[in-house]
């Protein structure tokens, strides 16, 4: 069954570095999802992308965030200056489309294994 | 605004047992619901979902779920737990139509199954 795969599994960084975490969605899939999950708190949506451009973003996702599709697998989400705060797992999700088509959803997301993400 | 609310941090159930895993939820005209299971280390992996259609949905690894539109309710059940069911679920909900197409997550249940 194909599945969303993320690397690294953990990334441990200093405050005020770059980082980009890596996915790679479901081949067919054309949309996809950043959120991330604070330890002990609920999922929270970052942000959606689709056809080369974002979609829809939430107020985390400020200055310091950033999309992209580089290539025609994978997709990466950069944090430019990291903060404390920023630590927390982030999975990355990807759907076949957004909507429903003929009254039944396609827009389930499946969801990858998760970054966790440690700021110093 | 949509919003989901699992009233349980935790759940703790013996094995063989019926389980509940409750939620509940506010959004704007007909809603979508899901349920997503994480197991430790891992990813959000999906359970079921309610879109239209009958009220109980039944989904993977034998869990179901009842949507009840006047109690504005999705719990999930099963009827006989699993030690392996331990795990966190979480719930989630978007609008039908119009706005944003995002699913809201509840701050999820920890179920507990003992042997």
């Known amino acids: 069954e194909p599945e969303v795969t993320q690397t690294p599994s953990h990334q441990v960084t200093q405050m005020g570095q770059e980082v980009i975490l890596r996915c790679v969605p479901i081949?067919?899939?054309?949309?996809f999802y950043w959120y991330r999950q604070i330890l002990g708190q609920k999922v929270e949506f970052l942000v959606s992308?689709?056809?080369?451009?974002?979609?829809?973003k939430s107020e985390i996702f400020d200055d310091q965030f950033s999309v992209e599709r580089p290539d025609g697998s994978n997709f990466t989400l950069k944090i430019r200056s990291t903060k404390l705060e920023d630590s927390a797992m982030y999975f990355c999700a990807s759907s076949l489309l957004r909507g429903t088509s003929g009254g039944t959803s396609t827009d389930t997301q499946y969801f990858g294994p998760g970054t966790r993400l440690t700021v110093l | 605004a949509q919003s989901v609310a699992q009233p349980e941090d935790q759940v703790n159930v013996a094995e063989g047992n019926p389980l509940t895993v409750k939620c509940t939820y506010s959004v704007s005209g007909n809603p979508y619901l899901f349920w997503y299971v994480q197991y430790p280390n891992r990813g959000l992996q999906f359970l079921l979902k309610?879109?239209?259609?009958?009220?109980l949905v039944k989904g993977s690894y034998g869990f179901e779920a009842e949507f009840n539109k006047s109690q504005t309710s999705f719990h999930l059940k099963k009827p006989s737990a699993l030690v392996s069911d331990s795990a966190l679920y979480f719930c989630?909900?978007?609008?039908?139509?119009?706005?944003?197409?995002?699913?809201?997550f509840g701050r999820g249940t920890s179920l507990i199954v003992h042997p």
């Open positions: 081949s067919n899939h054309l949309y």
């Open positions: 992308f689709y056809n080369n451009e974002i979609s829809e």
């Open positions: 309610y879109i239209t259609g009958d009220n």
């Open positions: 989630a909900v978007r609008g039908s139509s119009g706005g944003s197409y995002i699913p809201t």
